[in-house]
């Protein structure tokens, strides 16, 4: 099997630390995000990364018990990049000094310009004198620790950018991951390069370690596979089939939470593209009865999580030798599941495939997905030979339409939810816009408002129309939507369906928002 070059990122509670590993999956480099409370001196010499970055985080190194790297790393002979709180802590671990107070604070677009002799890692930097990055710190390195030189200053990090050439240690007061860095790409690629990656991180070369590992985990076991239609599923799905063949079955799980026919598109969809052994079952009133009169968002999630294992279980157990369960996690599930078990960074949301996990569960999980972001997850979905409108669909999350319908969720509302939701989508198709945005949907408020329709009062339902863009789900901005298309988009949900008597749209980008509503 093709041993990875690996890149360690460890995590210091930044919410940007995924914005990291997106920058460097983008040119090639395998890296995994891991909080710095698991990073310990024999985690490091296991792991064994050809490069470490230390990311930002909120805490403050003057502070005393504040977050700090294992001492072994800066004695690995490996480079180092230290952003931010990973620049201060690099600093005061090798001798430097941090202070923190008034004045030391800078949050926000900076100007850094060069000091000193080039730096390879700032090759294509400065090219107009100065660089554009962004800040965001309360403390500043007042000294810089023996053996490092400053490279880059601004007003308010005079030590903006240091580096200790012999040990290649590189430390940057900024974020050069956020797109207000906007030439920020560049100092990765010319760290990772300097750190001697080859760019072996490859959608083939994934696939087969991916077929490999599969086949050695589930051996001559039978294997379930959770299908929901989405892409992470379906591609799952495929991959394991190409692993290990029939011994794969895969259960499609209608809770009563699918959008208008999907139930039945997903099994038709599937029966005709794969002969992949499927069972469809209908729990849909096991999954009501059990919401009915849940209205906390938490609660839905754990309880759809939970339910979702029981009914996998029972299936499970009528298949004999079947020993797995596979899903479809993908990365960014398991980084925010980190702090579940107290890593540095809040906890969002619980995704059902991580979050809702009991502890005891008698099927091992499978889950070749789990080191991809979405955009990858759709590119190996291209190199096993997926159709295009599996790929293509807009992603559809695990607890369906529960937590697009805050509050209580009674059959009604999931109806007429459904109904608005297929006008929407339908729109966008028919204004050729599906490609463009990365997922919409409709979002029925627990509200009713009054209208007049005719000559009559109604009183019902508002909704919200949501659209967004992004790349893989992190931060998402708001689709721009021409004032005409959702005018004609308002006036046909509130004519087609029975229900709903206001319609808005959503205009927050996350974050500061989420793109779901719960
Ligand atoms: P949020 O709302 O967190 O969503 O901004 C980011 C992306 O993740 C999807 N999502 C989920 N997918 N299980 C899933 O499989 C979940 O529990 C879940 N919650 C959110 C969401 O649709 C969006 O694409």
């Known amino acids: 099997m093709t041993q990875h070059q690996r890149l360690l990122i460890i995590d210091f509670g930044s919410q940007v630390t995924q914005l990291i590993a997106r920058r460097l999956r983008e040119l090639n480099v395998y890296c995994e995000i891991h909080p710095y ?59 430097g000094l941090v202070e923190s107070g008034h004045g030391t604070a800078e949050f926000g677009r900076a100007f850094v310009t060069p000091t000193g002799t080039n730096l390879a890692i700032l090759d294509g930097w400065f090219s107009e004198g100065r660089e554009q990055v962004w800040m965001s710190h309360g403390d500043h390195v007042s000294r810089i620790a023996p053996g490092f030189e400053v490279f880059g200053t601004s007003p308010g990090a005079p030590f903006a950018i240091t580096a200790d050439l012999k040990r290649n240690f590189f430390a940057v007061q900024f974020h050069p991951e956020v797109h207000h860095t906007p030439r ?10 300097l750190a001697g990656f080859t760019g072996d991180w490859t959608m083939a070369s994934y696939k087969d370690d991916a077929i490999a590992k599969i086949r050695e985990q589930v051996g001559d076991k039978r294997v379930i596979c959770g299908l929901s239609g989405g892409v992470d599923s379906s591609v799952a799905a495929v991959l394991i089939h190409e692993a290990i063949g029939d011994q794969l079955t895969c259960v499609f799980v209608d809770h009563g939470l699918m959008r208008q026919g999907e139930a039945g598109e997903v099994v038709s969809m599937f029966r005709d593209n794969y002969n992949i052994p499927l069972i469809a079952a209908d729990e849909s009133e096991l999954f009501l009865g059990e919401l009915e009169g849940v209205t906390d968002p938490e609660v839905k999630r754990k309880t ?9 279980q029972k299936y499970a157990d009528e298949i004999e030798g079947a020993e797995f369960l596979a899903q479809g996690t993908l990365y960014p599930d398991v980084i925010e599941s980190v702090s579940f078990s107290g890593g540095p960074s809040v906890t969002i949301k619980s995704h059902h495939n991580v979050g809702g996990l009991p502890e005891k569960m008698g099927l091992k999980l499978v889950e070749p997905l789990r080191e991809l972001f979405k955009d990858e997850v759709r590119a190996l979905g291209r190199e096993l030979g997926l159709p295009e409108k599996f790929i293509g669909r807009h992603p559809f999350p695990g607890p369906g339409l529960a937590i697009r319908c805050p509050g209580e969720i009674t059959r009604e509302k999931l109806e007429i939810l459904r109904q608005a939701d297929a006008v929407y989508i339908d729109q966008i198709r028919k204004h050729g816009l599906y490609d463009e945005i990365w997922q919409a949907f409709v979002a029925i408020l627990p509200v009713r408002t009054v209208g007049v329709m005719g000559d009559g009062r109604t ?60």
């Open 184 to 193: 920020g790409a560049k100092l990765y690629e010319n760290f990772i390069r």
């Open 37 to 95: 409370q698991n990073v310990t001196d024999a985690f490091l010499a296991d792991f064994a990364p050809k490069a470490i970055i230390f990311s930002g985080g909120p805490d403050s190194v003057t502070r005393e018990g504040s977050p700090r790297p294992p001492k072994s790393a800066f004695t690995l002979g490996v480079p180092i990049l230290g952003i931010c709180y990973g620049q201060q802590v690099m600093m005061q671990e090798l001798g």
């Open 304 to 312: 759809i999580g939970r339910l979702f294992i029981d009914v996998f």
């Open 459 to 518: 009183y019902d339902y508002a909704c919200a129309l949501r659209a967004v863009t992004s790349v893989d789900g992190m931060t998402a901005d708001y689709y721009p939507f021409t004032h005409e298309f959702l005018g004609e988009t308002a006036t046909r949900i509130i004519n087609e369906v029975k229900g709903i008597n206001r319609v808005t749209y959503d205009i927050t980008s996350k974050p500061p928002g989420t793109i779901e509503w719960e």
